[in-house]
């Protein structure tokens, strides 16, 4: 990991509280941070073209995720 760059994260869960939970643990982790969040799949996708995030913290049980 490069200690200049943190690696940064996209998390997507339809649970506000998770996602504020999630949020402040990781952002104060060190070499991490949280650059957006979303609800829902359509605002995943939005967020992941835009912001271009190393990982993607998903909650496989979106609502309106479409099963594989």
């Known amino acids: 990991m490069n200690k200049s ?3 940064r994260l996209v998390i997507v869960d339809d649970h506000e509280v998770v996602r504020i939970g999630l949020c402040a643990v ?3 982790t060190p ?3 949280v650059v957006g969040q ?3 799949m359509e ?3 939005t967020l992941c073209c835009r ?3 190393d990982l ?3 909650d496989i049980r979106l609502p309106d995720l479409i099963p594989a």
């Open 43 to 45: 605002e995943a996708k």
């Open 5 to 7: 760059k943190p690696i």
């Open 56 to 58: 993607v913290l998903l």
């Open 26 to 28: 990781l952002n104060l």
């Open 51 to 53: 912001l271009k995030p």
């Open 38 to 40: 979303g609800g829902r």
């Open 31 to 33: 070499g991490m941070k």
